[in-house]
Each structure stands twice: as C-alpha cells, then as structure tokens.
C-alpha cells in the first residue's frame, strides 16, 4: 500500500522560507514520478511541481519558477520542497502526490495523494 505523509508545513511571514517533506512507502521509490500540488480555499488546486525520481527531472508552475525546489532523496524514499520568498498567494494545503507514469504523462492525474500540509504565509 503506498503511503504519503507531508511534515514541515506551518506559518511564516512574507519572503521567509519553508521546507516541505514527504516520507514515502509502499512502492519502488525510484521509479515512481512524485509531485506537489497545492490548494487553497475557493482556488483550484494547482500542481506546483513534478519531479521523476529515476531521473531526477522537474518540472514547475509558473507562479513558483525560481523561488521553489523540488528534490529526492532515494535512500531515504522521500522528496522535498524548499519554499523560498514565500508570500501570501503561496497559502494553501500542500499535497504529495506520486505515480508509475513520468510527470509529463501522468499530469494532474497521480494514483496516491497524502493527507495534506497546511502552509500559511503572512503579510
């Protein structure tokens, strides 16, 4: 059974900085495509980031270009997010996601989600 569980969401002012984790189970961590979305009340959810871990390519939104970095840690099964010069559009819940299709195909469609992290930025 796959398992995501998102840590290091919280409140910080405007132009501080965040690091999301995601510790992963249940499946071959390597092959897998995992990305962060993000949701925030009355917005649609948005993919924030993709990466495939085999490769270690990445993709980003364009509202996050530059001050966001997705990366992988293989021997760890986990992938992270540093959120640099945060602001208040970046408020919302921040989900892990992951799937066997590469970022490129699987989209916004990934299998296994996480329970969600709640990331606050203050202006």
């Known amino acids: 059974e796959v398992q995501l569980v998102e840590s290091g969401g919280g409140l910080v002012q405007t132009g501080g900085s965040l690091r999301l984790s995601c510790a992963a189970s249940?499946?071959?961590?390597?092959?897998?495509?995992m990305g962060w979305f993000r949701q925030a009340p009355g917005k649609e959810r948005e993919r924030v980031s993709c990466?495939?871990?085999?490769?270690?390519?990445?993709y980003y939104a364009d509202s996050v270009k530059g001050r966001f970095t997705v990366s992988s840690d293989n021997a760890k099964n986990t992938m992270y997010l540093q959120m640099n010069n945060l602001n208040p559009e970046d408020t919302a819940v921040y989900y892990c996601?992951?799937?066997?299709?590469?970022?490129?195909?699987?989209?916004?469609?990934?299998?296994?989600w996480g329970q969600g992290t709640q990331v606050t930025v203050s202006s």
């Open positions: 990466i495939n871990n085999y490769d270690a390519s990445t």
């Open positions: 996601t992951a799937d066997q299709y590469p970022c490129m195909v699987v989209v916004d469609n990934f299998a296994s």
């Open positions: 249940g499946f071959r961590f390597g092959d897998y495509a």
